[in-house]
């Protein structure tokens, strides 16, 4: 019996199509555990798959359209809050994660689609990242992944539980591509030679010469702005000092008049003693203005000789600016002092290439030690999985199973030193080979059921729809993939499309799919089969629509087996 130790991850919950192929509407509400689907060839079940892959990323065009002229809409609600993985897939990707999470896919009459999840618009590669987290599909001609190094590495790594030995390595590893990565800089940087050195010190002298300073510019400007204004100042503010304080009605004259009015005015109301204090202030603020513009002219001068000193100064700091592609002053000194940085650097680039190169030592011996460790942590299992393995395929009716490694030593890298293979021979006297070169589309089927079954005993899978991987089985064999089925779905929520009536006897939830011609267009529909209405399915599917009454008694038996 497995042993589960997990609860429910990624689940479907909900799944809307509609004006999709031969779907006109449908509604799907599923629920943890197994749930079966059956119904005639034809019928459309096909149809809910290729939904689910548009939601999960596949490409998609206009001439799948139910109605021509409409839009298509597939949404999906999604149970991901308990697992953190996917949360950082999110995070990753600029969207916002929340539970549910809800994925929709809009595909326009011409063919342009549109995605959102959260509401949030994303591109098809983000949702193939996050819908390869939450669905796993397949089907009888589904099994590349078989032969992928990636996936049978996977299936080593989980099956070991080396989760905290493969970051660690993975880590080293990341820290010796760094190190590579900052050797070659520095090589690059002393293969330039002193050509780029010299480039950079005339940089530096030229920057460093100009006696950078943060706010000179603008008050360089300014400088120069008056300077050559200097007649008109003058003039204007010897105006503007007369109107203020010299003329016989000056400003400051008639604001004192004024105050002096209000004065006796404020003995006769709140309100004018008010304007006598809002006055007073102006007077005051007034007569303190008009003293700082009579300083000033008769102060103002323009020296010809500083005027020019600043025009050469300003045209200096323009000038670099512009060299330098620059806008502020600022950023010229941060150049500066960045190159000053970067000579010091070749000044001691020896010393940091000899630095560079035991770094580069240093992770590699780190990271090959801990990738050896691995590769030995990963040797321990290779018998252990290919036993049990051999185990679930004699009980799927494939007596003679052997399974095999074809393992190899790789030049280091993120997944380690191991590129292994898995062999597999279903009959008796031949050798292991490679899957595509000898395997059978129901053989390749029951092995990748058993991979999966093994998978679901020792990490978190996504949920996990199956596509007629029944082919070719019948009776016995047929009854135990319904029993492996039922045992992962105590902690995978599992969808399996299914002719057999034995599995579909396992699943705690049953759907229908037909073919409703009430219409003027024949529509694919679907609804949930309970009590009785199952029992006369899984009945038809065995004896046909003739002779189905006489087994239902059978078939209530069968029910009741698999969900003792």
């Not at 779907?23 to 079966?36: C, E, H, P, Q, R």
């Not at 001609?141 to 080396?162: K, P, R």
């Not at 679901?456 to 029993?483: F, H, N, Y």
Request: contains cysteine; proline residues 2%.
């Amino acid at each position: 019996m497995c042993k589960f130790e997990f609860e429910y991850h990624y689940m479907i919950k909900h799944l809307h199509i509609q004006n999709y192929a031969l779907i006109d509407s449908i509604n799907l509400s599923l629920s943890d555990g197994l749930s079966v689907i059956t119904g005639e060839t034809g019928a459309g079940k096909s149809i809910l798959l290729g939904a689910i892959s548009l939601l999960m990323g596949a490409r998609s065009d206009g001439k799948s359209l139910f109605d021509p002229e409409k839009k298509c809409i597939i949404e999906g609600t999604f149970s991901v809050a308990p697992y953190p993985h996917i949360q950082q897939i999110f995070e990753e990707e600029g969207i916002d994660f929340e539970e549910p999470c809800i994925i929709r896919r809009e595909i326009n009459p011409q063919g342009k689609s549109r995605t959102f999840v959260n509401d949030s618009p994303v591109n098809l590669d983000s949702l193939k990242k996050i819908g390869q987290e939450l669905v796993d599909i397949h089907s009888q001609q589904d099994t590349w992944w078989l032969a992928n190094t990636d996936f049978t590495l996977e299936l080593v790594d989980s099956f070991a539980q080396n989760q905290k030995l493969k970051l660690a390595y993975q880590t080293s590893y990341r820290l010796y591509n760094q190190a590579i990565k900052d050797l070659q800089a520095l090589q690059k940087k002393a293969a330039e030679g002193t050509q780029g050195l010299d480039f950079l010190q005339f940089q530096f002298q030229e920057l460093s010469d100009a006696n950078l300073l943060p706010n000179e510019y603008e008050s360089l400007r300014s400088l120069v702005e008056k300077g050559q204004n200097a007649e008109q100042i003058n003039e204007r503010l010897a105006q503007l000092a007369n109107l203020m304080s010299a003329a016989d009605i000056s400003t400051v004259e008639q604001m004192r008049a004024a105050l002096q009015q209000v004065n006796i005015l404020s003995k006769f109301g709140e309100d004018y003693a008010s304007w006598q204090k809002r006055l007073e202030s102006i007077w005051l603020e007034t007569k303190d203005l008009a003293n700082e513009i009579e300083r000033e002219a008769q102060n103002f001068q323009s020296d010809p000789n500083e005027l020019i000193q600043s025009q050469q100064r300003l045209d200096l700091l323009n000038r670099l600016l512009q060299k330098y592609q620059l806008r502020e002053i600022d950023q010229l000194i941060q150049l500066r002092d960045d190159i000053d940085n970067q000579i010091s650097s070749h000044a001691n680039l020896d010393e940091a290439l000899a630095l560079a190169e035991k770094q580069v030592a240093s992770t590699f011996k780190l990271a090959q030690t801990q990738a050896a460790q691995l590769q030995a942590n990963r040797r321990e299992v290779y018998k252990p999985i290919t036993h049990k393995l051999q185990e679930s395929l004699q009980a799927l009716g494939i007596p003679n199973a052997t399974l095999d490694w074809e393992i190899r030593e790789q030049e280091i890298q993120i997944s380690g030193i191991d590129k292994i293979q898995l062999l597999f021979s279903a009959n008796k006297g031949l050798a292991p080979k490679p899957f595509r070169q000898i395997a059978s589309g129901g053989e390749m089927s029951r092995l990748m059921l058993s991979i999966k079954h093994l998978l679901a005993e020792k990490r978190a899978l996504p949920t996990l729809i199956l596509d007629e991987i029944d082919t070719g089985v019948s009776g016995e064999i047929a009854i135990k993939i319904g029993q492996m089925l039922t045992q992962m779905s105590h902690s995978h929520q599992i969808i399996a499309i299914t002719h057999l009536p034995q599995i579909a006897a396992a699943g705690a939830h049953h759907w229908f799919v037909y073919k409703d011609h009430a219409g003027e267009k024949t529509v694919t529909s679907l609804r949930e089969l309970k009590g009785e209405d199952r029992v006369d399915e899984i009945a038809k599917m065995i004896g046909g629509t003739q002779g189905y009454v006489e087994l239902k008694e059978n078939v209530r038996k069968l029910i009741q087996s698999n969900h003792a």
